[in-house]
């Protein structure tokens, strides 16, 4: 008995396998290619531009690589970048206040070419690609400046402020040529860099999990995290270097530390899963808003056309067919959403013409984008003030006491206050705050992207009014000390300045993260490298705004008074405390501004497809 049930058993299972063989081999083949699409990243490859294996590639190892190479990056930018303003003014012969427009403008092209770098990551090459093209030509521009700082020559002749006989000449002809090359080399690969890492970093975790998202949100922390400890090297150690040893030590070590940041990044390669390009999302937008107009236009026509004949007797039989042809055009092939309801013209049955035909996709991935443009907006007065660290406040530091102690600081260390803030603030934000909130909220953020940044928006306006009171106590020491003619440095200690850098740099972490994570969440996929490098745009607008806000003040005052409030080369005669006045009403109308669109604003769905 149990061998026939045994001999049955083996005959069913022949059968069982006899028939799996039988089976349809393209039924078969289609079950196999639905696994391993299931077992891959779609729209994702390798570094070898093969399919991204789930498990394998993405995940917070991938990004750690991201954040160490930030570390390097931003080591090497800020290192000049926070102490260039001095060595322009004593090694270049510029005015404090040329001085001051030649960095915010260098800063500002910086983060601007970050729009270059996230629009080439997303229509041709790839936010891999794009980052090791920009790190070489950073390091192309860091060796011009290394060698013009180390061979004499090629600097204008060393000279004394004080000595009228002898006046400083400032760089022109080839020194200039020189040093501008340089330094808009180095503004070129830093734009590609900080518009294709951040997205490089953010494309490792799944957008369908919340899982994925909360580790996302945790990579743009620790971004700002990373930033802050690149800055901490180069505002201490490597500052310090340029101001006792030499700035072509400075130049020299920033030239270094991008030439070990690549094989970092390299190393990397093999768990990183790179985002496919999607062709050019500037053609999308374009085509999306000219069918639009063109689309309106043709409905237009139609209407006017249906509304003559009405008034003529002779074409009363041909109206129905007219407005029923009209009626059809009109009509969208698929049911856009109601908001911006002038772009559902693109989604019309018969477009003005076949190119500009359009999807309702594409329609509502421009409308997302107009929808964040005004957030955009509103941080570029912030970044203006931010780009005072670098300017004003630097010089300002220059004019007072700088030690502690034995210890003398160099000016241009002055960040290292809002950076060390920074790096506490940032690990407890994402450990003891975000998880804080997410209980109390019962929400997956906890605190929201706009929120963060309506924080920094404000940080921001106390930060002026802390820097005008702050001016206005500097110079009453000058002139109580009898100082404001001379160039030694004043009895105050320049910590009172740190006052401002602190309320600033806490400006900075909350509105950088958040900003960049908003864009990076908010935007189509086919646009988030070109989305996320407007975080580093508005900071560009910010530090142009600034040159402006100069150049007007500057402009306007010396047309209603004996001296402009902003020239010459003894800060002790600047109207700096009216400036940040200035500044901080302006910061307040743009936070009303910012409420205005936040309070109106509607995230939209986990989901990135829809």
């Known amino acids: 008995m149990t061998l026939s049930i045994t001999s049955l058993s083996n005959s069913n299972n022949i059968l069982a396998i006899k028939s799996s063989i039988t089976r ?53 930018y800020l290192a000049n970048a926070s102490n260039l303003v001095l060595y322009l003014s004593k090694f270049m012969h510029f005015s404090p206040s040329s001085s001051a427009n030649i960095v915010t403008n260098f800063m500002g092209t910086a983060f601007l070419l970050a729009l270059l770098g996230g629009f080439l990551s997303d229509a041709f090459f790839s936010t891999y690609l794009i980052y090791l093209i920009s790190a070489a030509i950073e390091l192309v521009g860091l060796l011009i400046l290394a060698i013009q700082a180390h061979v004499p020559s090629l600097k204008p002749p060393a000279c004394d402020l004080g000595n009228i006989s002898n006046p400083c000449r400032e760089a022109d002809g080839g020194k200039a040529g020189m040093l ?75 030239t270094a530390s991008i030439l070990i940041s690549v094989p970092i990044f390299l190393l990397g390669s093999a768990t990183y ?18 069918a639009a107009i063109c689309n309106a236009y043709k409905l237009r026509n139609c209407s006017n056309s249906v509304m003559s004949m009405a008034t003529s007797p002779s074409y009363t039989t041909e109206i129905g067919g ?3 042809s009209c009626s059809k055009e009109m009509v969208p092939r698929q049911a856009p959403t109601e908001s911006l309801k002038f772009l559902n013209n693109a989604v019309i049955d018969k477009p003005f ?53 034995t210890l003398k600081v160099p000016p241009a ?21 975000i998880p804080f909130t997410r209980r109390t909220t019962k929400t997956e953020m906890g605190i929201t992207h706009l ?44 910590l009172w300045v740190a006052l401002q850098y602190l309320f600033l740099g806490s400006a900075d972490l909350f509105t ?39 150049s007007i003040v500057n402009s306007v005052t010396s047309a209603y008074s004996h001296h402009a409030w902003l020239f010459g080369n003894n800060l002790n005669h600047y109207r700096l405390e009216k400036f940040y006045w200035l500044m901080c009403g302006l910061s307040g109308l743009n936070f009303l501004h910012y409420l205005l669109w936040a309070s109106r604003y509607k995230y939209r769905t986990a989901s990135p497809d829809n």
């Open 273 to 290: 899963r790179t985002k496919i390009p999607t062709g050019s999302p500037i053609t999308t937008i374009v085509k999306v808003l000219v």
């Open 322 to 324: 007219k407005e029923e």
């Open 512 to 550: 950088l993260a958040g900003l960049m994570e908003f864009f990076f969440t908010e935007a189509p996929t086919s646009m988030r490298s070109l989305a996320t490098a407007l975080s580093w745009a508005s900071l560009a607008m910010g530090y142009y705004l600034s040159s402006v806000l100069v």
């Open 353 to 405: 013409h076949s190119a500009l035909e359009c999807t309702v996709k594409q329609v509502e991935e421009v409308k997302i984008v107009l929808r964040i443009l005004p957030i955009f907006a509103c941080t570029i007065m912030l970044n203006c003030c931010l780009a005072q660290l670098s300017t004003f406040s630097v010089q300002q530091a220059a004019t007072m006491n700088t030690k502690l102690g």
């Open 451 to 494: 929120q963060r940044i309506g924080t920094g928006l404000i940080l921001s306006i106390v930060a002026m009014v802390v820097a005008a009171f702050v001016e206005i106590k500097r110079k009453r020491v000058a002139a109580e000390s009898g100082l404001v003619h001379s160039s030694e440095p004043l009895p105050i200690t320049f």
């Open 413 to 433: 260390s002055l960040p290292i206050f809002p950076v060390l803030f920074i790096m506490i603030l940032a690990p407890t934000y994402n450990h003891i705050i």
């Open 180 to 254: 501008f090359a340089g330094l808009y080399l180095v503004a070129l690969g830093v734009g590609g860099i900080k518009g294709s890492l951040p997205p490089h970093g953010a494309e490792q975790f799944d957008d369908n999990t919340p899982k994925g998202r909360k580790q996302r949100s945790t990579f743009f922390n620790y971004y700002v995290f990373s930033l802050s400890c690149g800055a901490l090297i180069a505002v201490t150690f490597v500052v310090w270097i340029e101001d006792n040893k030499g700035w072509q030590w400075g130049f020299g070590i920033s």
């Open 24 to 76: 349809d081999p393209t039924q078969a083949g289609k079950e196999m290619d639905g696994e391993q699409q299931l077992s891959t990243w779609e729209g994702y490859v390798d570094w070898r531009n093969r399919p991204a294996v789930k498990g394998r590639h993405g995940g917070m190892l991938a990004a750690s690589f991201v954040l160490v190479v930030e570390v390097l990056e931003n080591l090497a």
